[in-house]
């Protein structure tokens, strides 16, 4: 991909990283960005070869410093409707999808996390910050709330009167603190961010990618519903599995005391026979 483009894809060994790549502006979240990292999600989705995606920041300062102010700006000064249809609909569905991808998401905090950059954080099932890594949730400086779900997941990560302490002053944070708030699974030194995302994207790698995903889709769906619910949920993604190839080949893999093999268009193949 050339530079200019604002998310660089690179792909090996079954794992793709997404690079958001506008570092002269803290790869803050344009329009173009975001529409770009929702494309490459699309094309992830549909590959194969692709089993776990690394989402990291471009340039040593940020991840991404949130949404693009000067072009939302704009859009506020043309009407709230505009702003709400190109800002605020826009950043969710990319939350939205990230929270609820087919494949594991690791973000790889490698510097600011303000905003839209904290809320992608916060929507990802699995995230490793560099130790120079700093969170905020600004938008109150900004007069107004987050819009891109921080509003609703921090709160169900950390706890309601921790996240309103985060969002109803805007005060940053460090890694230490959104390793203990739940934001993030690990802080690594800066140097082993990237091999800490790969070895954790390796460890899933060894497993059944459609367990994987099924685990994905019952924790997401089922996090904010009741136990009950939530069981029946478990249930509709073991029943899916039940009948592959991948089921039988872990099972037979278990009982012959060997490694598991897993190949084919996996996620398409539920109740298919497939692996």
Sequence with gaps: MPDHDPVLFASA?????????????????SYGLIDRLLTHL????????????????????????????????????????????????RGQRL?????????PVIA?????????????????????????????????????????????????????????????TGDPFPAARA?????????VAHSDLLPAAHELAGRIMRHSPLAAAGILTAVTRGINVSIGEGLLIESEQFARIAPTAALREGLDAWMARRAPHYAGSWWRSAGQGAA
Excluded: H, W
Aim: hydrophobic share 45%.
């Design 179 to 187: 390793l203990e708030l739940g934001l993030v699974n690990r802080v």
């Design 95 to 103: 939350t939205a999808r990230l929270e609820a991808f087919c494949k």
């Design 42 to 89: 699309d094309a992830i989705e549909d590959d194969p070869a692709i089993r776990v995606v690394i989402l990291t920041g471009a340039g040593e300062r940020a991840f991404s410093a949130g949404g693009d102010i000067p072009e939302f700006s704009a859009s506020v000064a043309a009407s709230p409707e505009t702003a709400v249809r190109d800002f605020v609909r």
């Design 13 to 29: 060994g079954g794992i793709a990283t997404l690079t958001l790549n506008r570092p002269d502006k803290l790869n803050a979240l």
């Design 108 to 168: 790889a905090v490698n510097g600011l996390a303000y905003g839209g950059g904290c809320e992608i954080t916060e929507a990802v099932p699995l995230a490793i910050a560099s130790e120079q890594a700093i969170f905020a949730k600004p938008e109150i400086n900004l007069g107004m709330p987050p819009t891109f779900g921080g509003t609703q997941r921090l709160p169900r990560l950390a706890g309601r009167k921790r996240a309103l302490e985060l969002l109803l």
